[in-house]
């Protein structure tokens, strides 16, 4: 298996587009994590999903983030309008239900 | 509130010298904890986890629920070693769903 695969891995855009982020989790896992990673806050969990069900968005800055898993094999991540301050490295994990969380490379977002 | 705390970003130590990345909790429960480990240009994997009590790498870390810490620790570090470390916490028994992680520290290991 080639792991948590993400995409894009950079994305660079204006402030006021939209922004979607892409994630395949591994075969099997029923769980599938969003993180964001900045430098002052490190490594925040925005939402995660247990068999396509969205459990805990708690996480989820403001409206402008909306997430989806529409299958157990993809999930997007969406920002709409992107600001600057969505700048960061996002990351999808996957996990089977207790299992260790697998991480991809993340998607680094650059918000002009 | 749930919070994990790692009060070194950077950790400098020689190859061959004893290495402690601190990591302090809080959690009102009875919380699972985690150390991950990403080394350069790789991805963000778990290295441990408390309730295995096993070592990886060289790597150990002790639940003290008294200090509500979970350092890691090795005797003698190596270069191989230089790697962002993150704690996590997961108050959700058995599940590392939800989990909070700390900031998170870098080890450099000079030779």
């Known amino acids: 298996d080639a792991g948590v695969i993400q995409s894009p891995r950079h994305e660079v855009t204006e402030m006021g587009q939209e922004v979607t982020l892409r994630c395949k989790p591994i075969?099997?896992?029923?769980?599938l994590f969003w993180y964001r990673q900045t430098m002052m806050r490190g490594l925040e969990l925005l939402i995660y999903f247990n068999n396509n069900v969205p459990i805990d968005d708690s996480g989820m800055p403001e409206d402008r983030f909306s997430a989806k898993m529409p299958n157990a094999s993809f999930s997007t991540l969406k920002i709409q309008p992107s600001e600057p301050r969505d700048s960061a490295v996002y990351f999808c994990?996957?996990?089977?239900?207790?299992?260790?969380?697998?991480f991809g490379e993340g998607s680094r977002l650059t918000v002009l | 509130a749930q919070r994990v705390t790692q009060p070194e970003k950077l950790l400098s130590v020689f190859k061959g010298a004893p290495v402690e990345l601190k990591c302090n909790y809080s959690y009102s429960g009875s919380p699972e904890l985690f150390w991950y480990v990403q080394y350069s240009r790789q991805r963000l994997q778990l290295l441990l986890r408390h309730i295995s009590r096993e070592s990886i790498k060289g790597f150990t870390a002790d639940l003290n629920k008294g200090e509500t810490s979970f350092h890691l620790k090795k005797p003698f570090a190596q270069e191989e070693d230089s790697a962002m470390y993150y704690c996590a916490l997961s108050g959700y028994g058995g599940s590392q769903g939800n989990l909070i992680f700390g900031k998170g520290t870098k080890l450099s290991v000079k030779p």
């Open positions: 994990a996957s996990s089977e239900s207790t299992g260790e969380l697998f």
């Open positions: 075969s099997g896992h029923n769980s």
